[in-house]
């Protein structure tokens, strides 16, 4: 799927080229002319990255930006005018990612939105990886050497918290205070048996081994094979 792109510009010329040039590189472009509209917009849908005109009609570009902060981390690049300093430093200081200064090169605006997306999908700490396990909190996905994992909600808590606490061998009773809270009232067993899902779904499917039995103390999820 294409990454997508909201332009938030009243100048429609200037819009029109740079919709142009986007859509050439393989984004899909959505524009809107003004502060407010180009706000709801960003607001009620989910973009890769905004690129944000400062001078707009209705609400400016530093006014869409922090009431779009409040809600949403979406990447913004600001568009500011030359020499504007203090709305590059106000811009940066309200959440802006980078800004570029116009009149610009459609190559800088390009490089600056690679660099601006590439650190949108670089891992972060909202990421966490045990060996071939990836876990990103935020999007709520697993992969396992990068093919996608569905999880219920219940394996999702139970995988995070593992992982989370790697190498450490944690108890039943732990897993079960933690996961499904201290008033869980089920059987006993439904941690074992949660493992097994996992590691059906993660280890079995994927022929790796992470997730480890250590007998008659719990579970513990590491890469090594090797004694605990
Ligand atoms: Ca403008």
Known sequence: MPQSILLIEDEESLARFVELELTHEGYAVTKRFDGREGLNCALENNFDLILLDIMLP??????VLRRLRKEKNTPVILLTARDAVMDK???LDTGADDYVTKPFAIEELLARLRAALRKQTAPAEDTLAVGPVRLDKLRHTVSVNGNEVTLTSREFQLLQYMMENAGIVLSRETLLSTVWGYDYMGETNVVDVYIRY???KIDEAHDVKTLHTIR???YVMKTE???V
């Open 58 to 63: 209705s609400l400016n570009g530093l006014e």
């Open 225 to 227: 094979e090797n004694h």
């Open 216 to 218: 008659g103390v719990g």
């Open 198 to 200: 996992l590691r059906q």
């Open 89 to 91: 430093v106000t811009g």
